[in-house]
């Protein structure tokens, strides 16, 4: 491939190859992402799914080096954002790229912003932040503008106290698109929220994502956001990916048991009595992953001798990928029965 | 039929923080307006509603935590702010609640054993050595095998677990009604299964009556016989589930319904 500067154009926006994340643990390092590969194009939406403790917030701050301890660190793998390599850049470099090339938002709004200073400043910070002073004004009222949210330059001066959940949220998506970056990742921005206020919010960044042909990288637990909002799924399970595919097919088919059983206990009005159904066990926890197959010991199909012993690689099935030894098998295709 | 536990024409108003000075009185908003709801024995009733719109002040009133400004709260047929000492007793013992948060509701420096074990000891009065079983027992009824969690404390448990924990307690008291305020929303989609589970298993073998206060609709019809919509305050429609969400007839319902996400990405099309 070309090392020059500039990116290929047919090259994705987000490549993220093989990249791991460790958690020092005293004089040991305990692996929490493990071997995660996923592109983002430009005006695409992809989804990563998975529980607490599955790794894919630390997927998502791992992108940008963004880790809420100094414990942890990127131990393998590349992340290529236009063709540079985020995982080999120093601090400045870094901080070139944050915010200016690559926006975040996260669950809680209140909590990343300042309460005592107004909205629009804040969003005027980021703009700064990257040397553009001139016309930040300007250019804040016309991202409140762009959040949908009426009088923006009424907006601009309120305190945050003075705003909803769901207008904190959205000014926390202006100021991380304030510079224009070309993917935003967001992690679980809407699982605080009410769902009329989630229902704005998901069409607001499906909105953002056309017009501003911007990468879209959502972050959730909540498949049935997933199907709302993105093109592409990746199901992380126990710091791994354990499926990836399109999005229709992953809805119709899915491959992987743990995805199988994720989908059918999302419920929604339609669902009955019946449809009451949970996948038994908890995750298992970084550190103690099982043996074989991390998802074997929660697994209605798994093959004693095999899948408690030997390490399942992610391999084609369709259209997408998975990690099931048993995947094509019959008794795979409804795994729950 | 007298109804287990009852909302009569209750309204609740807060004084509005910083409106008022020496000589102005506070202005007051409402924030339950002239609701009347009935829990039947062994029956869910869902409250759904956003943030804001009056369900959880509905809730503390139902559970004599806040008094209404008007209206009334009947137990049994009889209202709570009247009733004598004894029945109040009663009423304490056998209308429970499980929070959003239990980890809040928990003391953190309580294990879960001491937890569970202070309804025992204060509503059934057993003694520390009977109290002391009933807690295995409770905590097997919640699928928390007792060996491991007895002397755990709250910050050592899971989200679900501790919602678990919180749900042994309730049960604790021997309730006729469980009055459960968001209960799984901050729970991610598969531990919020296995609650919901465990929470309709216990309803089904122990005739217990929920009031499942939730904005999510999705819950609603899996579990609830009966719904209640809430909406600035006040009961907008209300009915059996399946009435409600196959036909609502208030704006509001309607709205919710829509943004109400389904695992169909073909939704995705119709935009």
Redesign the interface.
């Known amino acids: 491939m070309n090392s020059g500067a500039t990116a290929d154009a047919a090259a994705p926006l987000l490549d993220v190859r093989h990249l791991c994340v460790d958690i020092a643990q005293g004089p040991r390092q305990l692996r929490v992402v493990e071997d995660v590969s996923l592109q983002v194009q430009r005006g695409e939406a992809v989804g990563l799914v998975g529980?607490?403790g599955s790794g894919k917030s630390m997927t998502a701050f791992a992108l940008l080096n963004l880790f809420p301890s100094p414990l942890a660190r990127v131990a393998g793998g590349e992340v290529l954002l236009e063709g540079r390599d985020l995982a080999r850049m120093d601090a400045a470099q870094l901080r070139s790229v944050r915010g200016a090339r690559v926006g975040m938002v996260f669950q809680d709004p209140s909590s990343f912003l300042d309460p005592l200073m107004p909205v629009g400043r804040q969003i005027a910070e980021a703009l700064v932040a990257h040397g553009q002073v001139d016309g930040s004004r300007a250019r804040v009222l016309e991202l409140i503008d762009l959040m949908e949210l009426p009088q923006a330059a009424q907006v601009a001066l309120k305190y945050p106290h003075e705003l909803s959940?769901g207008m904190r949220q959205r000014i926390l998506i202006a100021a991380a698109l304030a510079m224009k970056p070309a993917l935003l990742i967001a992690d679980e921005p809407t699982t605080a929220l009410?769902?009329?206020?989630?229902?704005?919010i998901?069409k607001l960044l499906?909105r953002l994502r056309k017009e501003l042909d911007l990468g879209l990288l959502l972050i959730t637990?909540?498949?049935?956001?997933i199907?709302?909002?993105?093109q592409q799924v990746h199901v992380m399970y126990a710091g791994q990916i354990v499926e990836s595919n399109a999005?229709?097919p992953l809805?119709d088919r899915p491959a992987h048991p743990y995805t199988q059983?994720?989908?059918r206990?999302?419920?929604?009005?339609?669902?009955?009595?019946h449809?009451?159904?949970?996948?038994p066990g908890?995750v298992a926890i970084a550190g103690q992953w099982p043996s074989g197959c991390r998802f074997h010991p929660r697994c209605p199909i798994m093959r004693p001798g095999l899948c408690d012993t030997a390490v399942p690689e992610l391999g084609s099935s369709g259209q997408g990928v998975d990690r099931c030894h048993l995947s094509g098998a019959p008794e795979a295709i409804h795994a729950w029965g | 039929m007298t109804a287990l536990l009852e909302a009569r024409d209750v309204s609740r108003l807060f004084p509005v923080r910083g409106s008022g000075s020496l000589l102005r009185a506070r202005r007051m908003q409402t924030a339950v307006d002239q609701v009347s709801i009935a829990v039947q024995p062994g029956e869910v009733l869902a409250l759904v509603g956003e943030s804001g719109s009056g369900k959880t002040t509905l809730g503390r009133m139902l559970l004599g935590l806040t008094a209404p400004s008007s209206g009334q709260v009947l137990y049994k047929g009889q209202d709570i702010a009247q009733a004598p000492a004894s029945a109040l007793r009663d009423f304490r013992q056998a209308v429970q609640v499980v929070f959003q948060d239990s980890g809040g509701s928990l003391n953190p420096r309580h294990t879960v054993a001491q937890s569970i074990a202070l309804p025992l000891r204060y509503n059934r009065g057993l003694a520390p050595e009977q109290a002391e079983r009933e807690v295995d027992a409770l905590l097997e009824q919640v699928h928390l095998p007792p060996r491991h969690f007895r002397n755990r404390l709250p910050h050592e448990l899971s989200g679900g677990q501790r919602q678990r924990v919180g749900i042994a307690r309730a049960l604790a008291s021997q309730p006729q009604v469980v009055i459960a305020d968001e209960p799984v929303s901050a729970l991610d989609v598969s531990v919020r299964a296995q609650i919901l589970r465990l929470m309709f298993d216990l309803q089904q073998t122990q005739r217990l009556a929920y009031l499942f206060i939730t904005h999510d609709l999705g819950v609603v019809r899996a579990f609830a016989q009966r719904v209640a919509v809430m909406y600035q305050g006040r009961i907008v429609e209300q009915g059996t589930a399946d009435a409600v969400l196959d036909d609502p007839q208030h704006a509001y319902t309607r709205r919710l319904l829509a943004a109400t996400p389904i695992p169909d990405p073909r939704r995705q099309q119709l935009g």
């Open positions: 529980e607490s959940g009410d769902v009329t206020v989630q229902a704005g998901l499906t637990h909540d498949l049935a956001v199907a709302e909002t993105c999005i229709e809805f059983g994720l989908l206990s999302v419920l929604s009005p339609q669902s009955r009595a449809d009451l159904f949970s996948i908890g």
